[in-house]
């Protein structure tokens, strides 16, 4: 699931991430097409989320994010694990309006 900070790979994934990532715990609503549900946001950046999501998703899925700080994001499902899911936005975000 985290990789090891001390492998070659982690360090590969660390330096391609062109924008800085905050742990946050931010509710919001998740949509894809008319069904919705809730669920969190726990990794932020202006490019792209992790969320914890019961729903099953798919890589290429399209959601809409509606945040209660920042309104509605569209974003596209980039990875999917057992115990997240991250998302990538269709534009950059600014993370203090969902940080609070």
């Known amino acids: 699931m ?11 994934e660390i330096e391609r991430r062109s924008a800085d990532r905050y742990p946050v715990d931010v509710p919001l609503t998740l949509s894809v097409g ?5 669920c969190r946001i726990v990794e932020l950046s202006a490019k792209g ?3 914890h999501a019961d ?3 798919s890589v290429g899925d399209t959601l ?4 209660p700080s920042a309104g509605r994001i569209e974003a596209t499902v980039v990875r999917c694990t057992d115990a997240y899911v991250a998302v990538a936005f269709e534009g950059a ?3 203090a ?4």
């Open 64 to 67: 809409v994010l509606d945040l």
């Open 93 to 95: 975000v600014i993370v």
């Open 55 to 57: 729903r099953m998703l």
């Open 34 to 38: 008319d069904q919705s549900e809730a």
């Open 2 to 12: 985290y990789k090891d900070a001390q492998s070659p790979s982690a360090v590969a």
């Open 97 to 100: 309006q969902i940080r609070g």
């Open 49 to 51: 989320a992790r969320l």
